[in-house]
Every structure is written in C-alpha cells, then in structure tokens.
C-alpha cells in the first residue's frame, strides 16, 4: 500500500464513528509534503475530540496555521510554529467544524480540516 493510501485509509478509519467505544482514542494522521497537495489528505474529517497530528517527512520546516490566527476578529484555534524536518505536531482534538489552515512558511500549502459530532457510545443493557 503506498504511503498516501495507507495515510487516506487512516483518516477514514479514524473518522469511524460505528466502531464500540473500548477507550483507545482514533486519529486523524496528516502528512506534510513538499509538492502539490502539501498536505495529504487535503481535506481530513475526524470525529471531535480525537486528535489531529500532522508529520513533517520533508527536509524543509513547515507549520500548521489555523486561517482564524491572520483574519481579524476569528479565533486561533492551533499554530504549530515552525515545524522541523523530522517532526510533529499534534493538537488534542477540536469540537465540530471545518477548520481551513495553512503554512505560513509557504502560503501555497492549504488544507482544510473537519470535526464531526463524535457518536454516542453504545448504550450498557
């Protein structure tokens, strides 16, 4: 399985929302690269409250920039900073929403991130 497939594969299992609750926490894994789409997947959805991380495989820094942290009178929900080569950055997890974001380093790097409502756990008969 390539690497974009077993990332995009990920993503969705980590989006599942069907699976029993046991207590292990899904994520959404998002990996920076240095050419078009940049960010892979480019668009991810995971359940809320689970975490996001995004992987830096590149040679170069890069950074997760929430758009609410340059637009005046939004929130800024995450900033990575600058991001090593090597490295990671992970947020706990987000409530419900689409969250456009960016590389400030590189303005051309843009994905778009959605929380959906986490299901509710299986109810104990």
Known sequence: ?????AIAFAVVVGACSSWPATGTS???QIVMEDGSPYYVPVTATVASGNPIRWDNPTPTHHTVTHNGCVEDGHPCLFDSGPVPP?????????PAGRYPYHC????IMRGVLTVTDAAPAPSQL
Not at 1 to 5: G, N, Q
Not at 86 to 94: D, Y
Not at 104 to 107: D, E, Y
């Open 86 to 94: 090597g490295a990671q950055f992970t947020i706990p997890g987000l």
């Open 1 to 5: 399985m390539d690497r974009t497939l």
């Open 104 to 107: 400030r380093i590189h303005p």
């Open 26 to 28: 899904l994520s959404a």
